[in-house]
């Protein structure tokens, strides 16, 4: 079951389905669709970063080998696009006005007037992502290419956007043309980026019209060993790469430098992700396989001890109604869950009005030193930068605190003992916590990779945020998105750079320190606003997801036992024919299953070693 057997995946899982289908077990059959799904197109993000007018939008149509993302001189990227697969072109804008979320399907061809300074200046239609679907062979596998705004001065308001969705990415390509070195700026955000993202590639355009571009490569590397930074820098071409794609020329192609950066990608960020994707899929595969085992072992162990019969049944029957109480609301799980997210609540709400307090403190005292009109240029985009580390700090928790409480629940449920034994034989034995693992709350969804404690493992459905694979419902995305529409923010530069300190300094200095305050505060406020609003919806759906994602959980166990009893009970009555046709059929079903599972077992080691 490897990436270049792709029938040995489809087959396996379409044997185990089908197993499942026959059973009547139609609630299976979907799930080990669902899993099969993962492994044939796992979602894979892929964030494509750097400052104005680096080459960001023409790197990715470089990848994807056709112009998608709008390429122009005069022209900059001002809205974040995800470019996915689809089997036809498809735009669909998300936008946010005045609080009110909105989607709308628009022709590919109108994309520049969504996502560009030149045709959404200043985004003013409230742009918060547009998803951009192709028939692209290099989306096919899965991966899906986040193309940002360009982060000016890597301290402003679209920094804080893009370093707010990176928790939840898997792998991040920061674009610095090769005309330069790395600036200290440049250094500094790669530095907090490694943190949030777990694998990040540097890629240097515009090779073909730098002639020094190799002494510029060096140095960088040395920049970035001096910063203890271990990242590849893969030099390219975005022309040559046009030009070998145009004519097919793969000589031309390899001077282009894109295949050794995408084997590059591969290897450290979308290769990684598919392992995951396919061991989660193997996991939820065989707690489905375990669950199948049931019938015919209950079955067959009547068939060769009939005095376990009646209590095979019982004790079924017991279990099961276990269950039906662990599904009440009463349920310990169940008040677990609701007190956890009630405290997450308020701990975040805590968290925020602590942030907030503090950059208001912090930066009062700022407004009250500078005089120049770069400090305030500086003090406004440092404000932006906090106000980001804020809310990406607030969503890291919350994801931090969902993994947490998948594995609370899963143990409390575990401790549950719901088997069913009879005699020396154990015919069925469920462990919830065994049957969660790998469980995404999000079919194909970012957030239902396990995480870890760190930053870089709150990557949320692949346990999210996308983004799994729906990137539509990550939320940081929009939170961060304020950071950047906020008029304030978007008019302090302006307003602060436009005042002039030459006439009657003392009293204009004052009145422009009052305006600074003024905005100050009405920017916190509105942050606090936002993002605590932003910030209770994700608990509540997250409280929703988890409920929804056991109770079903709890519900297929039940369905489980209620068969096991079922097929125990049938097998008394029967001449000695059925009984050898029943055994047979029985022990026919247990073999399939054990070729099955030990095919997803052989599969799970071998990404294990990889």
């Known amino acids: 079951m490897t990436d270049t057997d792709p029938a040995t995946n489809d087959e396996i899982f379409d044997a185990l389905a089908g197993a499942a289908a026959r059973t009547g077990r139609r609630d299976l059959a979907e799930r080990v669709a669902a899993a099969k799904a993962r492994v044939v197109r796992p979602s894979t993000i892929v ?82 992502r547009v998803d951009v679907g192709m028939p692209s062979r290099a989306l096919a596998s899965g991966l899906v290419v986040v193309d940002t705004p360009g982060v000016g001065g890597l301290g402003a308001g679209h920094a804080a956007a893009t370093l707010a969705f990176l928790p939840f990415a898997d792998g991040l390509v920061f674009v610095s043309d090769v005309s330069a ?45 001096r910063a203890g930074l271990k990242m590849a820098i893969h030099p390219v071409s975005t022309e040559l790469r046009i030009q070998a794609l145009d004519s097919g020329d793969r000589t031309l192609n390899d001077r282009s430098g894109y295949p050794a950066m995408l084997r590059s990608l591969q290897e450290t960020v979308i290769g990684p992700a598919r392992r995951a ?83 208001s403190r912090s930066f009062e005292e700022r407004i009250e030193t500078l005089k120049t009109a770069e400090e305030w240029e500086a003090t406004a985009r440092e404000l932006q930068t906090a106000a980001a580390e804020a809310v990406v700090g ?28 009879g005699g020396e034989q154990r015919t069925g034995s469920f462990d919830v916590s065994q049957f969660w693992r790998g469980r995404a709350l ?3 969804s970012a957030a239902g990779r396990t995480a870890t404690t760190g930053l870089t493992g709150l990557r949320g459905a692949q346990s999210g945020v996308m983004l799994l694979g729906t990137v539509s419902q990550f939320l940081p995305v929009a939170a961060a998105t304020f950071l950047v529409a906020n008029p304030v923010l978007l008019t302090a530069g302006a307003v602060f750079g436009g005042l002039q300190l030459f006439e009657d300094r003392k009293r204009k200095l004052a009145t422009r320190r009052q305006t600074a305050r003024t905005q100050l505060r009405q920017f916190v406020d509105d942050l606090a606003f936002e993002v605590g609003n932003e910030v209770n919806g994700l608990v509540r759906t ?42 047979a059929r029985a022990i ?14 052989a599969e799970t080691a071998a990404e294990e070693a990889t």
Request: with cysteine.
């Open 47 to 128: 964030c494509v970063v750097g400052e104005f007018k680096q080459g960001k939008s023409s790197l990715v149509n470089g990848i994807l080998g056709a112009e998608v993302c709008p390429v122009d001189d005069d022209l900059a990227t001002s809205a974040v696009t995800l470019v996915r697969y689809a089997d036809a072109p498809s735009t669909v804008v998300h936008t946010r006005v005045r609080g009110e979320q909105a989607t709308t399907r628009v022709p590919p061809t109108e994309l520049r007037a969504y996502v560009t300074e030149a045709g959404n200046p200043g985004n003013h239609l409230g742009v918060e």
């Open 181 to 225: 070195e790395l600036s200290a700026p440049e250094l500094a955000f790669l530095r907090e980026a490694s943190t949030l993202c777990p694998s990040v590639i540097i890629v240097q355009p515009k090779m073909d019209i730098v002639p020094e571009w190799r002494r510029i490569v060096e140095i960088n590397r040395s920049h970035l060993e």
């Open 277 to 359: 994707a396919t061991q989660q899929a193997c996991a939820d595969a065989r707690a489905v396989v375990e669950q199948l085992r049931a019938g015919p072992r209950a079955e067959l162990a009547v068939i060769d001890d009939p005095s376990l019969r009646d209590a095979l049944v019982e004790q079924a029957a017991e279990a099961s109604r276990r269950l039906e109480q662990l599904r009440g609301p009463g349920s310990r799980w169940s008040t677990v869950l609701a007190d956890r997210t009630a405290d997450l609540s308020s701990r975040t709400n805590f968290e925020l009005r602590v942030a907030t307090r503090e950059i």
């Open 588 to 601: 026919a079903e247990l073999d399939e299953l054990d070729g099955i599972d030990a095919v997803l077992a």
């Open 542 to 583: 997250l409280q929703r997801e988890l409920r929804d994602s056991f109770s079903t959980l709890i519900g297929e166990l039940q369905r489980t036992l209620t068969e096991s009893a079922r097929r125990a009970a049938n097998v008394a009555g029967v001449d000695d024919r059925e009984w050898a046709q029943r055994r």
């Open 394 to 421: 607030l969503f890291t928790t919350v994801e931090r605190a969902r993994h947490e409480l998948q594995v609370e629940i899963a143990e409390l449920l575990g401790a549950d003992d719901v088997g069913v034994v």
């Open 442 to 444: 999000e079919q194909g």
